[in-house]
């Protein structure tokens, strides 16, 4: 439900400031809608939440669930371009490795990613429990991601909008201070930041 919704203290806006009522939690997701997403992480639960990323080892997360309360869906916690790029590209490897190894999982599929081509990286074993997030629900939140708005005006982005499936991704630091961007293919992870270092 994307409905003007109050958690306490804390009232969660969409950026435009409407509301869309009922919308497929993917539109949700690829429209960058804030009220369904917190309503859903009420739901779904936080402290659970917080466990999922606590597992892609984002380095800045180390404060309780409790501390980024609802927020945490929408980037209420501090992170870096390097760790969200590399949760992108391990949940595309995850996705890849699952078509190819029949429905298995590698146990270090959450890695750091290594820096030179000569280098190899260590994926683990292959086991049948998934590692962090199942490949279905990857799948699925990167097919969301596939139908996020390109930026309008006339860059004729509409000449583009097939030659590459890119599911894609925006947000900004609370107050506008920053904003990124991360764009990830079957084989390519692209990142983009920019803001007051």
């Not at 939440?49 to 916690?77: D, M, P, R, T, V």
Request: glycine residues 6%.
């Amino acid at each position: 439900a994307d409905v003007p919704s109050q958690f306490g203290s804390y009232n969660p806006e969409n950026f435009n400031k409407t509301y869309a009522g009922a919308i497929p939690a993917s539109k949700a997701l690829s429209q960058s809608l804030n009220v369904p997403s917190v309503r859903m992480l009420q739901a779904f639960g936080l402290n659970r939440f917080h466990h999922y990323l606590k597992q892609l080892h984002l380095k800045n997360l180390i404060q309780s669930a409790n501390h980024y309360g609802l927020s945490l869906i929408l980037g209420g916690a501090e992170s870096n371009l390097w760790d969200l790029c590399k949760s992108y590209a391990a949940m595309a490897s995850t996705v890849n490795h699952f078509a190819e190894t029949s429905s298995e999982y590698y146990t270090n599929e959450f890695c750091e990613p290594v820096l030179l081509a000569s280098e190899n990286v260590n994926f683990g074993k292959l086991q049948t429990e998934k590692t962090v997030f199942d490949a279905a629900s990857i799948y699925l939140t990167f097919e969301s991601l596939k139908h996020v708005n390109r930026p309008e005006g006339d860059e004729n982005w509409e000449f583009f909008d097939d030659s590459k499936q890119i599911a894609w991704k925006t947000g900004t630091s609370f107050g506008f201070r920053d904003a990124w961007a991360i764009g990830s293919t079957k084989d390519y992870v692209v990142g983009v930041w920019v803001g007051n270092a």
